[in-house]
Structures are given as structure tokens and as C-alpha cells.
């Protein structure tokens, strides 16, 4: 939101008031607590008739500074509040200094001068990161009376500004307005289904505004010089959180707000669904399904999208009678052929459904202040919407779907959460207008922990729309509803990789687009894109999304590509591991793995697939396309084709390849198994070795997978023409060098070490 006109005016009826001075400091041994007067203070009648700014600062983790600045102290402080997880105890250390006084947390520091005019310096590296001048700490009352907090975070020369959620608008922040606000909005508007208050850019630091409700952002926008984030309250609360790596500001950040949970490595194959308003009973699902097996193509997960209950009665969790009478049979034998089932859900309950009136009755419905019970006509006829803040509506909800989980389904689709009332009293005396945002935490937390309590750990999954920040806990997210053509899917990579910077480690969207029906062409690029996406889902909305529908080629590519994906399994579930132990992405934006190359910066229509792949989808009609690569040799894995780096390169593909390139020094573990994602991995695993060179050595960890033992090892070292070799994998296992036709080194069952010659 804009206060100012321009650099000296106030817009018309806004009041503005900065702290300008320290007038007083209370240091203790771990926290410290500043006292901004909004006006410079000469004498003890300057002290009256005029605010004092509270200005608290600590620690809760290493390299994390909290600062919270409050206006009225007194004001009520409803709910709800983001968990923090990785908050502990004060863990900064406070040092004064004559008139300085800094707090410390690990190599960050905030440094006050107390004899100088308002400023707090962020320090880390021997470098000032960011700082808080003259206009950075202050309320705002504007011409309707509403109050507002406001901090500034001044961008240094070329700073860059990413994250804020999974944005459609530019990659780059910098010159946005972006207000924190859920909305389903599709994938083509400044609107956005996850928004998360959470930035971070390229000099080393991240900054979460621990409120809610709705964060305004002015990115370089109304002060182009600052980085500006306001709420209506009487408090505002901000974490700086330091790198300074990229990688490292998120590690920091998910160990504060949560880790993904790691999804079932099931769940890597593709997903097929009924899409949404097509007509299917058992026999298309099984026209699908058995089509996909005839052609060759393996499936996951089947998905029945909304149309599997009763029209107007959503969400009411009974299957259609007359679509489906036998529903527990039909799931049965879908399971036979070695599916997972995934069923779509909302929280909202329409008035034609019997669980309306019972959720009225038994109060688990949101209401109005008058008492009665909010609905509308969006959507479904007369809905009304669970009130998640209450326990018992929670276990309603859950046990409702208890009972789809009895009879055969594995995970759910949840869909919808961001078109939340502020007209409405929640059961546990929320404030409305925090509660938007939050809501589908407790949506998405509700579902997520009854499947964790049914399946068991690690066998928990979602397919959710929207989130907020936290909601990384509760893995899988889809982009939303895009349109079918190449700018839709350019603009759905560049939401996932936005979502990515924001803490959330995996993502998927619908190949070939949602809205309307893609051309053949879009349909085989996005069928790349969305197997080389950490999960991979075919979806549309009135249209089916089977590939034979798209011509023979399409099956050929869906084919080819599906079985790549499960050979790349082990690779993949080892980039899962990595995101739910440190919450760094399975689809990483160019500048996460290369923040010091000025050409990455930018970067949002290519990406790192893990550690070691770099995939750059193809958005043209004649397969034309333009991507970066880094310094050193890469390796197309499709092709064997080699491109030395850094330089742009401008290639043409036909559709079985794109740009799949290995990083120098990489090995990439290939399963043998390309029927199904989970198999025993380890077992003739395949290392496909790329450009090592000299010196170079490379540690491979294959994950456990399907049957009994455990991972397996790699330890590669080149020296010379010698390649060395060492594994406690008791079973075989091969290595190739170079690209894909390169020849085969086989090591039997038992060998530990292997001493091979490294090709010129």
C-alpha cells in the first residue's frame, strides 16, 4: 500500500509517524529493547503529547533476528498466529558499547548507534546487508482512520527481490506491489492461490513478516530504493534471516516455519485424472486406464475429480450412486493394477447436501455475527464453510473422510481455501481478516495429519491449491487453474520456481493446461515439463487429458518420458530427502544454485531438476529454444550432446528431446526398473558419470526403495585416466561414462571396488 505522494507528500488524509531517535534502551543478556520517540526529543517538553515506539529485537535461532515494533500495546491481539516450529528460546547475545549496542545471533548482527538519528544495521560477513533508516520503522493512519505498521529495508545498488509465494508476475520483485492476500485468481493475474509473506534476495538474507493476514508489499516501488511491508494493526513483526546462500536463508527459514514432509515415493509416477467437468463412470476410468497399460505407458495414482459425488452437493463425501454404485469395488480392482487412488475434496458444503444440515445443527459451520450460518451462491448452491478453528468440526470433517479412506482411497486433492469471508465470527474468536490467509493452513493441516494418523508416516500426501507460509509442511502443491498454451505453461514454471524461493520443496501442475484444450504441440512440451517436475499430474477441465487424444507421437513422447522419469527415481527421491531435510526445492530456480552468476539471476523459464539436471522446457511451436548455461561441460543426457559454459545457447528440438543437461561432475543414478517408480533401486543401479574431471570426486547415495536392505553408497574419484570406484551396494550395479551410447562398465553382485579406465 502507497502512503506517500511521491518523495515529500503525504497522500490526502494519511498521517505518517517515523521513529527518529533512541530515546532509551533496555539491554538485557539475550534480547534488547529499543524506545523510538517519533520526533527528535531536545528537551523534557518534547517527551509529551507525542507516541513512543516499542521496539523489540532477539534471537530465535542462529542466524535469525526477530524485530517487532508496536504502536499501542493494549490493543486486543486475536488470533490466529503462524507456528514456528523452529523457534526456540532468546538465542542472540547482546554487547554494549559506549553508545552502540548490537545483538548478535551466529555472523548476524543488528547494530543500534543510539547517538545518531533512527537506523538499524543488519551485519553479517564484515558487510552491512540491509538497514532501517529515517522512514523504516512507523505507523500510518490514513484517510478512513484505519492504522497501520509499516517497516522499510533499504536494496542495495542491483539488489534483487524474489519469492513472496507462487507469483505469475514477473520473477524479479523488484518494482511490485504485492499484497499478501489468498485469491483464486488462475495463473495469469497478480492474484495468487499462495501467498506467503516471505522474501529473499540476492545480498544474503531473507526477511518472513510473521503476520497472517494481509501483508502489502512495496518492492522498490513506492521508495525504489526500499524493500516496504505494512499491516493494518498495532504491531508488526519481522524475522531477518541470514544466508548467505540462498540454499542456507532457506534451510534457516523452513527450520523456523517447518520442513516439508517427505511424500510417498509412489506418488513420483505419473497421475492421470477424469479431468473436471467430462462425463466418466468405471468404464472411462478403466477405458484410461487400461488405454495407458496398452500403450505402454505406466500410471501411478488415478485421480476422480469433483464429479465422483452428486452434482450440487459438494462436499458431502458420498460417491454418485448412478455413476458409481460400487464404489469400494471399483476401487478395489483400480488398486489391483497397482494404482493409488486420489479423490478430489473442498471444505465448502453445499445447502442441497445432507451434511449441511447436519453441520448446522452440530455448529460446525462458519457464521455470521448475527448467528446464522455464511453462504452463498459461489460455486455450489447456498454453501457454507467448515469452521476449521474448532476441534470438533475438525474431527467431523476428518471423519467424514475416514470413511473414503476405508474403502480404498490413498490421498486427496484438496482443493479451493482462498476465497475466505471477513464478514464472519469464528468458532475460536479469530480475527476475520487474519483468518483469510490462514484458513488453508487448517484445511490442508486437517487432511494431512488424518492421513498421516491412517497411513502412516511417509505415506501422507495432498494435491493442494492453496497455501500460506507453513503450508510447506503439507506437500504436494499444484500451480492452479492455467490456461493451454505455451505462455500458461511459461507461467506456470514461473509461479513453481517463485513457490520454490518461498520454502515450499515440491510442486506440480496440469499438463497441458487446464482451461481449454492445448494443440498437439503444447500438449508433448508440456508432457516434458511436467515429467521433469517433482510431480506430474495430467489434468484438464473440459477436456480429457489421455495422450492419445493428442495423436500417436503424444503417446510416444508421454511414453518415453514416463520412463525416464521412473529410471531418474532414485535421483529424484534423493532430491526429496534433501528438500524435506533442509527445505531446499526439488525444482530449483537458476539463481538457488548459481547466486553468483550474474546471467542466473533472472533466469525463470529453465530450472535445476535436483543437485545435477537442468531442464529447459521448450515453449515454441518449432521446438526453438534459448537457455543459459553455466561455466563447465554439460552433458545432455537424452542426446550425449556436450555444451561448454557460460554462454546462451540457442538450440532446435524435435519432440522427444529438450535441453536435459547433467552438470559437470555429476553422476546421475539411474534405476533399471522404468515401469514403476518405487523398485529396488540400488539393484543394477546405472552412474552415468559426466565430464569429471581431474581431481574431481563425487559421493552417491541411492535411497533404500522397494524390498529389504538398505541404501547404497557410491564413492568415484578420478585421477589421470583412472577412475576409482568404491560402494558397500552388495548388489550389482553398472557405471557408464559420457553420454547415453557410451559403452557399459558391468560390476557383478559383491564388487566393493573397481579401478576403471577413464576415456580421454
Sequence with gaps: MKFTDGYWLMRPGVTARYATEVADVRADEDRMTLYAPVKHVHGRGDTLNSPLLTVECWSP???????????????????????????????????????????????LTLRVDTSRPWQLEFRAGGRVLTSVGERGTGFVTDADGRHHMLGQLSLGVGELVYGLGERFTPFVRNGQVVDIWQADGGTSSEQAYKNVPFHLTDRGYGVFVNHPGKVSYEIGSESVGQVQFSVEDQSLEYFVVHGPTPKRILERYTALTGRPALPPAWALGPWLTTSFTTRYDEATVNRFVGGMAER???????????????????????????????PAGMLARLKERGLRISAWINPYIAQKSELFAEGMREGHLVRRPDGSVWQWDLWQPG????????????DWYRGKLRTLLDVGVDCFKTDFGERIPTDVVWHDGSDPERMHNYYTHLYNQTVFELLREERGEGEALLFARSATAGGQQYPVH????????????????????????????????????????????????????????SHSRLHGSKSYRVPWDFGEEAVEVTREFTLLKHRLAPYLQRAAQQAHATGVPVMRAMVLEFPDDPAAAALDRQYLLGDDLLVAPVFTEDGT???????GRWTNILTGDRVDGPRWVREQHGFHTLPL?????SVIPLGADDQRPVSAWAEDVELRVHAFADGAERTVVIPRGEGPGESARFHLRRTGDRLRVTTDSPHPWQLRIGGPDAVPHVSPAGTHEADLPFPA
Excluded at 524485530?67 to 516450529?85: I, K, N, W
Excluded at 485421480?303 to 452428486?310: K, N, S
Excluded at 450440487?312 to 450412486?321: E, G, I
Aim: overall charge negative; glycine content about 12%; charged content about 25%.
Design 478 to 533: 499444484w500451480g492452479g487453474d492455467c490456461e493451454s498454451h505455451f505462455n500458461a505453461m511459461a507461467e506456470s514454471l514461473r509461479g513453481g520456481l517463485s513457490l520454490g524461493l518461498s520454502g515450499f520443496g515440491f510442486w506440480s501442475h496440469d499438463i497441458g493446461g487446464f482451461e481449454g484444450t492445448p494443440t498437439p504441440a503444447v500438449f508433448k512440451r508440456w508432457t516434458q515439463f511436467g515429467l521433469l517436475s
Design 383 to 394: 454453501m457454507a464453510l467448515v469452521d476449521f478453528t474448532d476441534p470438533a468440526a475438525r
Design 296 to 326: 505402454g505407458i505406466p500410471l501411478s495414482v488415478f485421480h476422480l475429480d469433483c464429479f465422483w459425488m452428486r452434482e450440487y452437493q459438494w462436499s458431502d463425501f458420498v460417491w454418485d450412486p448412478d455413476t458409481f454404485p460400487d
Design 61 to 107: 535461532a542462529e542466524g535469525v533476528i526477530g524485530v517487532r515494533t508496536t504502536h499501542h500495546a493494549g490493543s486486543a491481539r486475536r488470533g490466529p498466529e503462524f507456528a514456528l516450529p523452529g523457534a526456540e528460546q532468546d538465542r542472540g547475545k547482546v554487547i554494549r558499547d559506549g553508545d552502540a549496542v548490537e545483538l548478535s545471533a551466529g555472523e
Design 661 to 665: 543437461l547433467a552438470r559437470p561432475d
Design 625 to 631: 529454444v534459448e537457455y543459459y548455461v553455466p561455466e
